[in-house]
């Protein structure tokens, strides 16, 4: 059984940054697609960026595109969401998820099979 594991969520100010870990107990992480998850409270639960398993491009949503960054250490099966600017909108719980299928550009919205439990992530003055 996967799993994944997140942390470095917290408390942070408008305009501030945070960086989000999330640690998967796999090998290698070579052969997954990886993405970032989150929830607000009362809204869906949206795909925010993801890393295709076909060629590594990375892929974000509109709502965080410019601001948030996703990566992967390959030696340590870690993933990574490097977030800047944060508005308090993107308050939520953020979750990463991880699948062997393969997707293309719409891994962002694709579904997975693996999911970690989730950090909150507050952006408030």
């Known amino acids: 059984q996967v799993q994944l594991v997140e942390s470095g969520g917290g408390l942070m100010q408008p305009g501030g940054s945070l960086r989000l870990s999330c640690a998967a107990s796999v090998l290698t992480l070579n052969y997954y697609t990886i993405a970032w998850f989150r929830q607000a409270p009362g809204k869906e639960r949206e795909g925010i960026s993801c890393i295709s398993r076909l060629d590594g491009r990375t892929y974000y949503a509109d709502s965080v595109k410019g601001r948030f960054t996703i990566s992967r250490d390959k030696t340590k099966s870690t993933v990574y969401l490097q977030m800047d600017n944060l508005k308090p909108e993107d308050t939520a719980v953020y979750y990463c998820?991880?699948?062997?299928?393969?997707?293309?550009?719409?891994?962002?919205?694709?579904?997975?099979?693996?999911w970690g439990q989730g950090t909150q992530v507050t952006v408030s003055s």
């Open positions: 998820a991880i699948t062997s299928r393969v997707y293309g550009t719409y891994c962002v919205t694709a579904g997975y099979d693996y």
